[in-house]
C-alpha cells in the first residue's frame, strides 16, 4: 500500500521523512541555512551605488534625458538610475508573496527537501542571471534573474520549512518558526558586509565588481542552501516528543486538534481576519523601516552631533556625521526586527498567538501615538527605544502567524496555508512605504518644517494598529463544520509517511550531539559575526 524507501525518488517527500534517531534539533539549522541565505533580498541595497556607476566606474555616466523607457532596459553606453534599480525590492517582495500563495499546495505534497532545492535553484541561479546581466549591462536581465526567478526562490524558501518546523515542534510551535524566519531578517546583516568585502576584492580601474561578488555569492548560497534543503526531514504520521500531551482543547480553546483543508481554509473569515491583522501590523512596521534613517535625520537635525541646528541648516560635512549615525540606527532596528522574531513568536508558546498579536497592536499603537513626544524631548534615547520595540513586534508578526495559523487550521496544510497569507506582506510592501513617503511630501508640501513632518505619519501609522487590534479580537475558533474528517486527515498524512521507514510515535531522539554542535556552528558562527558588525555600527548612537 505504501512507497518504501527502494521505491520513492532521492527529491521525494517519503525519503525525508525522519528514522527513529533522528534529532528534531536539527532542522532548524538546516532552515536557518536557508534563509540566512534568502534574507540577503533585505540587504540588495548595498549594491545601488556601485551598480549606478557600473559604465563609468568613478563617475556615474548619465543616459539621454529623451531616452525612452525599454531603449534604458538595452542600453549598454550609460548607468542605470538608483530608482530603476530599487524596483528590485518591489520585484522580490511582490514575487515572495505570489510564489509562496501560487506553490504553497505543491510545497505540502513535494516535501520540504525538494521545496529547499527549487528554491537553492531559483535564487542562485537568479544572482548568476544578474551576474550576466551586469557584466552586459542589460537592466532587464538584472530584473529577470534576481527580481523574478530569485524572487520565486524567495518564496519557496521562505515558507518551505515552516509545515516541518511546527510538525517537529508542537510542544513550542512559536520558537521553532521563530528560529528559522529569524534567520531572513539576518541575512542581511551577513550578506550586506560579505558583498561589501567581496565587491572591494574584485573592483579594479574597468569594474565595480558587482558581477564577480554575485558570481561567488551564488555558490557561496548554493553551498548553504543545498546543505539545508538535504538536511530537512519530515516526522512521521503519529510522532510526537517523547513525554509530550497534547493540550486538552478546554484548557487551549484556540489550538485546535483537528486539520482544515486549504481551499477551505482560505474561504473562512478567521483566514482573513489574521490576513488583515498582519497585513496591518507588516504596514505600519514597514512604513518606520523605509523612512528610519531620513527620519532620524531630519528629526533630531544637529543633535545627533551635539549641535543646536535644524538638518537644513547643517553643512555637508554635518549631514554626512549624522548620516553615519542614522546608518547605526537603521542597524539597530534590523537587530531589533531580528531579535523580536525568535522572542515574540516564543513567548507566544506561552501567552497564546491571539494575546501576543494583541500586545503587538496596543503595545505598538502606544508607541506610535508617543514617538512625536519623544522626537520632542531632544534626546534620542527613548525614541530610540520606542521604534526599536516597535519593530521588535514587526518581526514578531512575522515569526508569530505560522503558528497563529497552525493553532486555528491545523498542521496539514500550514505550509500552504502560510504561502497563501504571505500575499499580505506583499500587500504591505506597498501599502507602507506609499502612506508613508505621500504623507511625508503632503506635510513638507504645506510648509511644516522637516522636523514635524513625521508626526501626523506616526498617527497614521498608530490608526492602522487599531484596526488591526479589532481584526485580532474577532479570530475564533473555526467551526466544526469545516474541519476534515479524522479518517480523511489520517489517510493523506499516511501517504506521505511511508510505514515502512519504521518509525515509532516517541521514539527518541539519539542523533550525536557533535552532530547538533556542528549544524548550529555552521549557521550560528555567521550569524553572530553579522550581529557584531551592526552592533559596532550601532555603537555610534550612544557617542
Not at 542562485?124 to 534576481?146: D, E, K, N, P, R
Not at 502567524?401 to 497552525?406: E, K, T
Not at 550560528?524 to 557617542?543: D, E, N, S, Y
Request: proline share 5%; charged share 10%.
Amino acid at each position: 500500500m505504501s512507497a518504501t524507501i527502494a521505491d520513492a525518488s532521492f527529491f521525494s517527500r517519503e525519503r525525508t521523512v525522519a528514522a527513529p534517531s533522528f534529532n528534531r534539533w536539527l532542522v532548524p539549522p538546516a532552515a536557518l541555512a536557508i534563509h540566512l541565505c534568502i534574507g540577503m533580498a533585505y540587504g540588495f541595497s548595498v549594491f545601488w551605488l556601485p551598480l549606478s556607476r557600473a559604465v563609468g566606474v568613478t563617475q556615474p555616466i548619465a543616459c539621454p534625458a529623451d531616452m525612452g523607457f525599454f531603449a534604458s532596459l538595452v542600453a549598454t553606453g550609460c548607468d542605470w538610475k538608483i530608482s530603476q534599480l530599487g524596483w528590485m525590492y518591489t520585484l522580490f517582495f511582490v514575487l515572495l508573496g505570489c510564489s509562496a500563495a501560487i506553490w504553497g499546495g505543491w510545497l505540502e505534497r513535494a516535501g520540504p527537501r525538494k521545496a529547499g532545492l527549487v528554491s537553492a535553484a531559483c535564487w542562485c541561479g537568479g544572482l548568476l542571471i544578474s551576474a550576466v546581466g551586469v557584466y552586459t549591462h542589460q537592466l532587464w536581465l538584472l530584473w529577470l534573474g534576481s527580481g523574478v526567478i530569485g524572487g520565486i526562490g524567495l518564496g519557496l524558501g521562505y515558507i518551505s520549512p515552516v509545515s516541518t518546523l511546527i510538525k517537529w515542534f508542537p510542544d513550542r510551535r512559536g520558537m521553532a518558526t521563530g528560529m528559522a524566519i529569524m534567520g531572513f531578517g539576518g541575512g542581511a546583516m551577513i550578506g550586506a558586509p560579505l558583498a561589501d568585502w567581496l565587491m572591494r576584492q574584485f573592483a579594479t580601474e574597468t569594474s565595480v565588481g558587482v558581477w564577480q561578488t554575485f558570481v561567488a555569492m551564488a555558490v557561496i548560497y548554493a553551498v548553504f542552501m543545498v546543505a539545508g534543503a538535504l538536511g530537512y526531514r519530515v516526522p512521521r504520521d503519529g510522532w510526537k516528543p517523547a513525554g509530550w500531551t497534547p493540550p486538552a482543547a478546554s484548557k487551549s480553546a484556540m489550538v485546535s486538534s483537528a486539520n482544515v483543508h486549504l481551499d477551505v481554509a482560505t474561504r473562512t473569515p478567521q483566514f482573513w481576519l489574521i490576513w488583515a491583522a498582519l497585513c496591518l501590523n507588516v504596514s505600519a512596521g514597514i512604513g518606520v523601516i523605509g523612512m528610519a534613517s531620513p527620519m532620524l535625520q531630519e528629526v533630531f537635525g544637529g543633535k545627533l552631533i551635539g549641535l543646536d541646528v535644524a538638518f537644513g541648516d547643517l553643512t555637508a560635512v554635518q549631514k554626512a556625521q549624522i548620516a553615519a549615525i542614522a546608518a547605526g540606527f537603521t542597524g539597530l532596528l534590523s537587530l531589533c526586527n531580528i531579535g523580536g522574531r525568535f522572542a515574540w513568536a516564543t513567548s507566544s508558546d506561552k501567552l497564546g498567538r491571539k494575546l501576543t498579536f494583541a500586545i503587538f497592536f496596543t503595545v505598538g499603537f502606544a508607541l506610535y501615538v508617543a514617538a512625536p513626544t519623544l522626537a520632542g524631548l531632544g534626546t534620542t534615547l527613548f525614541f530610540v527605544l520606542a521604534m526599536g520595540v516597535a519593530i521588535s513586534m514587526y518581526g514578531g508578526g512575522f515569526a508569530t502567524v505560522p503558528a497563529y495559523l497552525a493553532d486555528i487550521f491545523g498542521t496539514r496544510y500550514v505550509g500552504a496555508i502560510h504561502g497563501r497569507l504571505l500575499t499580505a506582506w506583499a500587500t504591505a510592501g506597498i501599502l507602507g512605504p506609499v502612506l508613508v513617503n505621500y504623507l511625508r511630501e503632503h506635510q513638507l508640501a504645506a510648509g511644516l518644517p522637516a522636523a514635524e513632518a513625521y508626526n501626523q505619519t506616526m498617527y497614521i501609522l498608530a490608526g492602522l494598529l487599531v484596526l488591526g487590534m479589532v481584526c485580532n479580537l474577532a479570530v475564533r475558533p473555526v467551526a466544526a463544520r469545516h474541519h476534515m474528517p479524522e479518517d480523511t486527515s489520517a489517510k493523506v498524512a499516511t501517504a506521505a509517511s511511508p510505514v515502512s521507514l519504521g518509525d515509532t510515535p516517541t521514539a527518541p531522539a539519539a542523533a550525536s550531539p557533535v552532530l547538533v554542535g556542528l549544524a548550529w556552528a555552521a549557521v550560528g558562527v555567521p550569524l553572530a559575526v553579522g550581529v557584531f558588525i551592526t552592533l559596532q555600527k550601532a555603537v555610534i548612537l550612544l557617542h
